[in-house]
């Protein structure tokens, strides 16, 4: 881990089980103003084009998730949270820089991702992790009408 992330004690990063949707629905639930349902999120663990990490601490608590695509050599990051009550402790960005050795290690060239204007923790993150504002995608989020900023991070690859 880098310089960057807080101490954030014992983890332990896993795949995503049906065992763990209720879990990941309270999270969903308590961090968007539009969560999915039950059904989507139960989809995309059940998925095998789709990779949904979890985030346990040193008490076995899920603290939080990650969910993203690959097509071919571009990642799509589809949903990242973290319970309320464990942020601020650098689990998304533990999350976030695994997945970046994750993307590096499969020669990944480009990993590309929406978040919300207003939410500023998210693109401060997104930022000092190397993204760029690539662009905005008007009135995006159905429930508010609000835009998504879209960020892109060009990964290096071994030919470089």
Known sequence: MGATTPDVGEIRIATATPEDLDRIMAIERTSFA??????SIAEEIARPWSIFRVLRNGEDH???YLNFWVVY???????????????RRGYARVL??????????????????EVRRTNAGARDLYESLDFTRIGVRPEYYGDSGEDAIVYARQMQTSAE
């Not at 990051?77 to 942020?87: C, E, F, G, V």
């Not at 976030?96 to 991702?113: F, S």
């Open 73 to 87: 050599d571009e990642l799509h990051i589809l949903n990242i949270a973290t319970s309320p009550d464990h942020r």
């Open 62 to 64: 899920l603290c939080a």
């Open 96 to 113: 976030m820089e695994e997945l970046l050795e994750e993307a590096q290690r499969n020669a990944i060239e480009r990993i590309v991702l």
């Open 34 to 39: 539009a969560p999915w349902t039950t059904e």
